[in-house]
């Protein structure tokens, strides 16, 4: 089972703890799973993974040398640990191995943010104080389930999650506080209530102990309000490359009508709303909506519109209403798109698709399915936003041919 894998799929995989010295720059990557190229030189990581996007993509396009990291390590933003406890009952913090509930203990991985283990191994050295007891999966006993934190690296903003099982937190206040002060560099602490048995980090209910309950970062120069729940790529670094590489390739003149499609909480059209005429993004997740309106209010732009709908039906009534968009941008999750949703990207004649994906699998079968309906792949860009992993993303052009 594991943790809930984000959008970008890129498993936390946190390291370190009472295991046997190996040769790996990790000593738990073989239990922990997360990081399956760690070890391999990041040269060899970018050959492999420009050779995998080549075969996948060689029917369709010529795919441009894979853009890579100049620094290859720390850069999740967004970091989950597990609590539970060893047998003399101590708390242990890390991930669940590879296809388990075992936690593998860890104190620093060598792709999380530096600060976030920090905090992690703080909160982990300050239960016992505090008479907190981690959560027993099987027992049901136990409060603390989680912690995720999520740090802006533009901003330094930083918050931090903790998943409980029940909403009765004793001594909240004091535990806040010795936190706070231990690293003041914390801009928020939420309380996050998951009662469920269930393998889904987050829980529904939330309780703001510290701060405003979101942070903020900045990406190609604009604002973004992320809460505990929002989807945000967890590689800021890389993610400037791969929207600017987005909008460039959509070939914007000002003059023309976008459709961000899977928009979550705006950033692609958020950016692109500088150099497009009119941005409307659709989204079916509702908080991430919210999190949308609100980022383009902090931005001052006023030329984009976001819409709590099926990106594929919302087209599909925009070519009933006799509506032309010139560009569609598309970021669906690892899952890749639908033929439902191409069709409605036909249905509006759009002249240009720009393909975001984290899945080139997925890719591949939907620009087969694309290439049937009239258009055509005409150059692919590989990005490097998970070093040390096999994933990786990659941005296609598409164009509408004449018929």
């Known amino acids: 089972m594991g943790s809930k894998k ?6 936390p995989n946190r390291t370190s703890g009472g295991e046997k010295k190996s040769s790996s720059k990790c000593p738990v990557s073989r239990t922990c799973g997360g990081c399956q190229l760690l070890d391999m030189p990041y040269e060899k990581q970018l050959e492999q993974k420009q050779k995998h996007l080549e075969k996948l993509l060689k029917p369709y396009c010529h795919v441009a040398p894979i853009i890579g990291m100049e620094n290859p390590y720390h850069y999740r933003n967004k970091v989950h640990a597990v609590f539970d406890h060893d047998k003399k009952g101590n708390p242990v913090s890390g991930v669940y191995e590879v296809n388990s509930h075992r936690v593998v203990p860890v104190e620093n991985c060598m792709i ?5 283990d920090e905090i992690i191994g703080t909160i982990r ?5 505090f008479k907190i007891r981690t959560y027993d999966e099987d027992t049901g006993y136990g409060l603390l389930r989680h912690v995720l934190i999520r740090r802006g690296f533009a901003t330094g903003e930083v918050m931090v999650v903790l998943v409980t099982a029940s909403p009765i937190f004793p001594s909240k206040n004091n ?3 010795a936190l706070r002060e231990k690293h003041s560099e914390i801009t928020t602490i939420i309380q996050n209530v998951n009662g469920r048995d269930t393998s889904m980090v987050l829980g529904d209910k939330e309780h703001v102990l ?3 309950g979101y942070i903020e970062d900045i990406l190609c120069g604009c604002r973004f309000h992320i809460s505990s729940k929002s989807f945000y790529q967890v590689n800021p670094v890389q993610t400037e490359i791969l929207y600017n590489k987005a909008i460039e390739a959509a070939g914007l003149t000002g003059k023309e009508r976008v459709v961000d499609a899977y928009c979550g909480i705006g950033t692609i059209g958020i950016i692109a709303s500088k150099y497009a005429k009119e941005v409307i993004g659709v989204e079916q997740n509702r908080d991430a909506v919210r999190d949308a309106v609100e980022n383009a209010k902090i931005n001052g732009i006023k030329n984009v519109k976001f ?3 099926d990106a594929g039906k919302f087209m599909v009534n925009m070519a009933e209403d006799g509506e032309h968009v010139d560009v569609v941008f598309m970021d669906p999750p690892r899952s890749g798109s639908t033929e439902e949703f191409i069709d409605s990207v036909v249905k509006v004649k759009a002249e ?4 975001v994906s984290c899945g080139p699998e997925t890719l591949a079968r939907d620009l087969e399915y694309f290439r049937k309906k009239g258009y055509e ?3 692919g860009w590989g990005v490097d936003l998970f070093p040390a992993t096999e994933h990786v993303e990659c941005v296609i052009l598409m164009q509408r041919q004449k018929s």
């Not at 984000?6 to 498993?11: A, K, R, W, Y």
């Not at 240009?352 to 393909?355: A, F």
Request: charged share 25%; aromatic share 12%; hydrophobic share 30%.
């Open 125 to 129: 050295g300050m239960l016992k104080s």
């Open 6 to 11: 984000g959008h970008s799929g890129n498993t």
């Open 377 to 379: 792949a005409k150059m």
């Open 210 to 212: 510290y701060g405003k």
């Open 112 to 116: 999380e943010d530096q600060k976030a």
């Open 307 to 309: 819409f709590c709908n």
């Open 352 to 355: 240009r698709v720009v393909y």
């Open 175 to 177: 535990f806040v506080k």
